[in-house]
């Protein structure tokens, strides 16, 4: 198998079905391309999957100067991945986004691909892989109206990595050594790259915020150096209810098992992951990426599972919505079972089956 995307949401979806499909059949290959100097390459060799690159821009959305030079590169990435592929012979290719996927597209269009969609609605990149792939896996049935009515399209959910769904509360708080007492632990996730007026807006009612729960906050490595800051002006019992960390890797299954509430950006993965737990959400869509997470967003919403803030009214808006949930214990509830509706078990083994399904398909 030949599984290419981009970094950013399709990254740990691919994780995730390639862990499940080496669970099944231990003997199948995989080979992972990417783009030269693309951060996913530190995730993939950690897992273990062979990885190699190419040369790879984006062709959409750009300015006029620079079009020539993607062009170029566009090309030199095709050339290098046909070598790629006549080496590797793979039996189905796997595309989860990201333009590095389409000049492996372009090299590899006679091998039975697979798509998976991880947001509601597919940017751009996706689009142009949806015409190469022979079938289209969705993390919901809304999906299915970006797409023709011809498409091969199957909803399977977003796949959740074994590392993460492992997690029960009980152990998970235990392990991050939060307190056992009766507050509930609200999860502030600001990302890997970290989202800044979330942390500030948490920051500045952070001591109010401790006097009613536990707070868990992923700041992400920017505003890393503000929180330390922050929580060396706490009292020794605030402190100890506010557990801050740059970004977790493995532990991040706990973070979401512990949590009774969480705050984050509405990227793919609240798709997947926050039902997954039952976690009632409060959703902050990214404003550079509004479209595409206000969608993913409004999914959760219109379904009862969550509420969602703009990014411009956080300063006033986060604290207040915190607390008023807080203060109506009956509607978390009803988030909580709401969310849990959604939940999709095994959506990685569900891709993995339709990759073996193709890949027997090309032997037919």
């Known amino acids: 198998m030949i599984c290419a995307g981009g970094t950013g949401g399709g990254v740990y979806p691919a994780l995730a079905v390639h862990s499940a499909l080496k669970a099944a059949h231990p ?3 995989t080979l992972w391309i990417g783009g030269e100097g693309g951060m ?25 100067k620079s079009l020539p030079g ?23 290719l796997f595309f989860t986004g990201g333009y590095v996927a389409v000049p492996v597209a372009l090299a590899g269009r006679k091998i039975p691909s697979l798509l998976y969609v991880p947001d509601i609605e597919p940017g751009l990149a996706l689009k142009a892989l949806a015409r190469f792939a022979k079938r289209i896996t969705l993390t919901t049935e809304e999906s299915k109206q970006y797409f023709s009515s011809k498409a091969d399209l199957v909803v399977t959910g977003y796949p959740i990595r074994e590392e993460i ?3 029960d509360k009980a152990t998970a708080r235990k392990h991050l050594g ?28 952070i001591t109010t915020l401790l006097e009613q729960v536990e707070v868990l906050h992923i700041s992400g490595e920017l505003d890393w150096p503000v929180v330390q800051k922050t929580r060396e ?5 605030q402190a100890s ?4 960390y740059p970004y977790l890797h493995e532990d991040m299954g706990a973070a979401l098992a512990t949590a009774d509430l969480v705050v984050s950006r509405a990227g793919a993965s609240v798709l997947g992951e926050f039902p997954q737990f039952g ?31 703009e990014d411009a009214k956080l300063k006033s808006g986060l604290y207040l919505t915190i607390e008023k949930l807080l203060e109506t214990p009956e509607k978390l509830d009803a988030m909580r079972a709401a969310m849990l509706t959604l939940r999709m078990p095994d959506a990685a083994g569900k891709i993995a089956a339709q990759l073996c399904e193709l890949a027997g398909d090309k032997h037919d």
């Open 27 to 29: 003997e199948v290959e």
């Open 40 to 64: 996913e390459a530190g995730l993939v060799e950690r897992a273990g999957i062979p990885f190699k690159t190419i040369p790879a821009a984006a062709v959409h959305g750009v300015d006029i």
């Open 70 to 92: 993607n062009l170029s590169a566009l090309a030199r990435g095709t050339v290098a991945a046909r070598g790629i592929l006549n080496e590797f012979k793979p039996d189905v």
């Open 165 to 167: 769904a492992r997690w």
């Open 178 to 205: 939060l307190n056992t007492g009766t507050m509930p632990v609200v999860l502030i996730f600001g990302g890997s790259k970290g989202a800044r007026s979330i942390n500030l807006a948490l920051l500045e009612h």
């Open 233 to 237: 002006t706490l009292s020794t019992e």
């Open 241 to 244: 209810r506010y557990h801050a």
């Open 279 to 309: 976690i009632p959400a409060i959703l902050v869509p990214y404003p550079h990426a509004w479209r595409y997470q206000k969608i993913n967003a409004n999914s959760l919403t219109n379904r009862g599972a969550a509420l969602m803030i």
